[in-house]
């Protein structure tokens, strides 16, 4: 197991907020031992407005390194809206990262013609592998780009000609199996600047897996998980290299379903967890689904950790028993269903009552909780609240006005169980050039969502 993490990187978003500022990537001290502990102790603000900056991912791979020519200090930083792909050097310093490169959308447009690019995984040939959501006109295609891993050029479509899925989102390869899984989120444009359910009716999101052959770079199969599985974000093989199956959230239906390879060789999925909806009144629907927007698997595949960002609560399942997972823990960290909030909850099967707003340091959460990121060792889960900036205007106008936080939850490893740190907060609400959407967490030399071992 790695060291202790000491610092953190989190892309903040000014999109969609009344501050013209770029979007930067922000360094946070999370050591207890350091006097800068909870604070933001390096800002690199990119070149450009409203590029909408969302995940991050690796230069090298884990599995690289053996190889002492591969070193992990380029962080890749592509733009969901603008299609930028900066290349951040975290290598020179870790503590203040500085830019290295940018590749231009033109680029992803005319070698590739693919747009929005979303996930983005390094592989064991060097290359970085970068999935898409959409075409240069802003409609869905799920394709994904190459870069060279060493210059950062375009190399132009890891998938072969006329096989892009029709939407795309994230992605995780299991070689062994010689398979890749991608997912599907929407429409650049359908979903660029809020969400319309009428959208949904329409076909412009997706509810569909892609399977692709890891050799040929071909769509063998598509598994649709139908209304239940509508919108399948973030998905996750269970870490051992030898595992043929995982887990994937379904954001509309708050759904998680498992994926495996059956005995015939091809490829299925299961629905294994549902959180139901409440009857609400004093909210745009008449019914409030959880809206599962991240999920985790530790490293050791005994947990599997999701955000319901619309409820507001974090889940722990202990997934031992991979087809039937069992809730261990649950911390409620603000959400639309707060007790001193506009939404009156007329039907719950779940809770008795509305939860209490989270005030952490004298600072109310807004937001409910998102993106995730869990210690090397398990017991500490990172939690920031931004979901993207266009649906947390929509769904969070005060997170808007007062900014993200990041907080810190303590793990039971043992038997399960989440709690809040009380003394831990970071508050993107107080930046230097105003309240700041912060988004994905990424640790320095690899975490549990970057690393696939080979």
């Avoid at 019914?287 to 507001?312: A, Q, V």
């Avoid at 001193?340 to 600072?363: H, N, T």
Wanted: proline fraction near 7%; charged fraction near 25%; hydrophobic fraction near 35%.
């Amino acid at each position: 197991m790695g060291p202790r993490e000491e610092i953190v990187y989190l892309p903040c978003i000014y999109r969609n907020t009344d501050i013209q500022k770029p979007d930067y990537l922000a360094t946070v001290d999370v050591n207890p031992q350091s006097p800068n502990f909870c604070k933001v102790i390096h800002r690199l603000p990119m070149p450009n407005l409203k590029d909408e900056l969302h995940h991050s991912g690796w230069n090298a791979c884990s599995s690289c390194y053996d190889d002492p020519s591969k070193r992990r200090n380029r962080l890749i930083l592509p733009s969901l809206i603008s299609s930028r792909i900066y290349v951040v050097d975290v290598g020179t310093d870790p503590r203040a990262p500085r830019l290295h490169k940018i590749v231009e959308p033109i680029d992803l447009f005319w070698k590739c013609g693919l747009a929005n690019p979303h996930t983005s995984h390094c592989l064991g040939s060097g290359q970085i592998m970068i999935s898409t959501m959409g075409d240069p006109s802003g409609n869905g295609k799920g394709g994904f780009v190459l870069l060279d891993g060493e210059t950062f050029e375009v190399i132009g479509n890891w998938e072969q000609p006329g096989e892009a899925a029709p939407f795309g989102y994230d992605f995780w390869y299991q070689p062994r199996h010689n398979v890749m899984i991608s997912t599907e989120w929407g429409a650049p444009k359908a979903l660029g600047n809020g969400f319309n359910p009428a959208d949904v009716r329409a076909g412009h999101y997706g509810q569909r897996l892609h399977v692709w052959d890891w050799t040929t770079h071909k769509r063998i199969q598509i598994l649709d998980l139908g209304e239940e599985g509508a919108i399948p974000l973030e998905i996750r093989f269970l870490h051992n290299p030898a595992a043929a199956e995982g887990f994937v959230g379904c954001a509309l239906q708050s759904t998680v379903f498992r994926f495996y390879k059956t005995p015939a060789r091809n490829w299925a999925a299961e629905k294994v967890i549902h959180i139901p909806g409440k009857k609400v009144k004093g909210w745009a629907l008449p019914e409030m689904p959880g809206l599962i927007t991240d999920i985790l698997i530790s490293l050791d595949d005994r947990f599997l950790y999701f955000s319901n960002w619309l409820h507001g609560d974090i889940r722990q399942y202990d997934i031992t028993d991979r087809r039937n997972p069992r809730m261990v823990g649950q911390v409620f960290l603000a959400g639309s269903i707060l007790k001193d909030g506009p939404v009156k909850v007329l039907e719950d099967k779940e809770l008795d009552s509305q939860p209490a707003p989270r005030i952490i340091k004298g600072k109310r959460v807004q937001g409910g909780p998102q993106m995730l990121q869990l210690s090397l060792d398990g017991k500490r889960l990172y939690v920031t609240t931004s979901l993207y900036s266009a649906w947390d205007k929509q769904f969070y106008p005060d997170l808007v006005k007062e900014g993200s936080v990041m907080m810190q939850i303590d793990v039971d490893t043992d038997k399960g169980g989440l709690k809040l740190n009380e003394n831990f907060l970071v508050d993107f609400g107080a930046e230097p050039d105003g309240p700041a959407l912060a988004h994905e967490l990424r640790y320095p030399g690899g975490d549990c969502t970057s690393d696939i071992w080979l």
